[in-house]
């Protein structure tokens, strides 16, 4: 049985449910070294807390300034063996030894994107300045760690100190053999919105801009490789690149030509990839369609360019791609059915991708018999892939508060344990019976997932 949720009801538990995973992993979960505040950030602390009854006050506050654990050197010094939490475990904190920069691109991002839905109220939480505060100052630190203390192959960038002058202003080394353009654009993301951080908050010293503005000189280099190659870059990728690169445009006015002329050639080729069925080939040189969530992100994708750039070619390709995906909706079980098997899987990253280009869609259409669709099929999809398949656990208990959150009744809940989405569900959909494999947080999918439901 499928449940009816207003909009509204459905973007604030959206919105929660991120809220809750995101502060558990990135903010004070155990997930990263601990770094002391100084002294201005304790002052800030305490004036944000002010009148809280003394038994309440945080004694040991602490902020995550990389992403990793407890008990390895301290990040200045860089480990031998970081750590990659794509395999973590909350129950026995099992991980892999390597240290990928997407997870640290998703955790600034999503942390920033938290703070003006936990300031306007949207999130319901105690302290509301006190956890937007300690979101911002955490995001700050891993910006940094990030620019500073990273260096991997699949950066363009490393920062160097060139030890010319005394302000200690270091080049960009281009790295041009085989890199990871969708790490690029999700770390430039990141950075550009601590940098609109910085600029609009004045709690925090804006002292890192410089620093992290510097390392945005990459994005004209990732968007030429974006232009030159686009004929063989996939659909996928494309659709991912685009959605990064306009959220860099809310973000800093850096490059901004550059950067609207690439998201626009972007749209374009997904116009041109798109047949009369609806589909999108993968690339210009492969007949094959792309997957139903690549179908979602780039209608996602192509909706949002509608607004930056009012196009006719973008609104039609978005509603024939619309066309397509209504066709693999089953009104009986709330699902988008994409295989011909009795058993359909989705993923955690899926789910997120797929609400977040119907929340588009129902903001853009003016058809009112299309709209009252789609808003039907979004809470019935919502009720389906989160109420009905348990995706999330112990999801009452927040971080930094002892009172339980209002939210839906979508399973237990134990105060000890951290709230944590599955990374999937398979339902058989003939006998409508779900299986969630319960208690894997996968720090890349899962996070990346949170910053879907949270556009």
């Not at 860089?78 to 991980?95: A, I």
Request: proline share 3%; hydrophobic share 35%.
């Amino acid at each position: 049985m499928n449940f009816e949720f207003s909009y509204p009801d459905i973007i604030k538990q959206c919105n929660t449910m991120a809220y809750l995973n995101i502060t558990s992993f990135c903010l004070l979960s155990g997930c990263g070294n601990i770094e002391m505040p100084h002294e201005q950030e304790l002052n800030q602390i305490y004036k944000l807390l002010k009148g809280t009854d003394s038994s309440k006050m945080p004694k040991n506050i602490a902020f995550m300034s990389s992403l990793y654990k407890r008990c390895i050197p301290a990040y200045e010094v860089l480990p031998e063996n970081p750590y990659d939490f794509k395999g973590f475990y909350w129950v026995n904190k099992k991980t892999k030894r390597v240290i990928e920069p997407d997870v640290l691109a998703y955790s600034i991002s999503c942390m920033t994107a938290l703070i003006a839905a936990v300031l306007s109220g949207e999130i319901p939480v105690d302290k509301k300045e006190f956890i937007a505060y300690c979101l911002g100052v955490s995001s700050i630190k891993q910006a940094r760690f990030l620019t500073d203390f990273l260096k991997l192959g699949d950066f363009f960038y490393v920062g160097e100190d060139t030890g010319d002058n005394v302000y200690g202003e270091y080049s960009i080394v281009i790295n041009t053999e085989n890199p990871d353009l969708r790490t690029q654009f999700r770390v430039v993301e990141a950075l550009s919105s601590v940098i609109k951080l910085l600029r609009q908050s004045g709690l925090h010293s804006k002292e890192p801009i410089s620093k992290l503005e510097k390392c945005l000189e990459v994005l004209p280099v990732i968007c030429e490789n974006v232009i030159e190659n686009i004929n063989s870059l996939s659909s996928r990728d494309l659709s991912i690149i685009c959605l990064s690169l306009l959220n860099t445009l809310k973000h800093s006015d850096l490059h901004r030509d550059m950067t609207y002329n690439t998201v626009n050639t972007i749209g374009f080729e997904l116009c041109e990839r798109l047949d009369k069925t609806g589909d999108i080939s993968r690339n210009m040189s492969d007949d094959d369609c792309s997957s139903f969530t690549t179908l979602c992100n780039c209608m996602h994708c192509l909706i949002k360019l509608y607004d930056v750039n009012a196009i006719s070619s973008y609104s039609n390709a978005y509603i024939k791609l619309y066309d397509r995906i209504d066709s693999y909706w089953d009104s009986c079980c709330g699902l988008f059915i994409t295989s011909g098997k009795n058993k359909q899987k989705y993923s955690f990253k899926d789910i997120s991708a797929v609400l977040a280009a119907l929340r588009a869609l129902r903001c853009s259409l003016t058809d009112p018999d299309l709209f009252m669709h789609v808003d039907r099929q979004l809470s019935s999809f919502y009720s389906s892939v989160i109420i009905s398949s348990k995706l999330f656990n112990n999801q009452f208990y927040p971080i930094l508060q002892e009172s339980r959150m209002e939210h839906h009744n979508l399973g237990s809940s134990v105060k000890s344990n951290a709230p944590v989405f599955s990374e999937y569900f398979e339902i058989k959909v003939n006998k409508r019976k779900y299986h969630c494999e319960p208690g894997v947080f996968e720090a890349e999918e899962i996070l990346s997932g949170c910053r879907y439901l949270l556009y």
